[in-house]
Nanobody, 115 residues
Framework: QVQLVESGGGLVQTGGSLGLSCAAS????????MTWYRQAPGKQRESVAL???????HYADSVKGRFTISRDSAKNTVYLQMDNLKPEDTAVYYC?????????WGQGTQVTVSS
């Protein structure tokens, strides 16, 4: 069993910054991919950024240059630094862990960007 706990969401003005973190616990294998997803009201969940255990990253075009994903493998924690936030970034942000073909999800944390 894997548990993922996100933290760091909140309310911020346009142009502001927020940092999210996601701590994984349980049976964590050395090879895995951690991904931040988000889901806005009435929209499908979308991938925002991912990082592999080797450190490779990938970002959605909508957040490139503004968001930075990183991880501390020793702590099984992934981070998402979000800068220059826009109202369209408002969503519930979810942490996901993929390992050995199995997906695990966190409970989500709300990010609201006011205009």
């Amino acid at each position: 069993q894997v548990q993922l706990v996100e933290s760091g969401g909140g309310l911020v003005q346009t142009g502001g910054s927020l940092g999210l973190s996601c701590a994984a616990s349980g049976r964590i294998f050395s090879i895995n991919t951690m991904t931040w997803y988000r889901q806005a009201p009435g929209k499908q969940r979308e991938s925002v950024a991912l990082i592999t255990s080797a450190g490779s990253t990938h970002y959605a075009d909508s957040v490139k240059g503004r968001f930075t994903i990183s991880r501390d493998s020793a702590k099984n924690t992934v981070y998402l630094q979000m800068d220059n936030l826009k109202p369209e970034d408002t969503a519930v942000y979810y942490c996901n862990l993929l390992q050995r073909g199995v997906y695990s999800w966190g409970q989500g944390t709300q990010v609201t960007v006011s205009s």
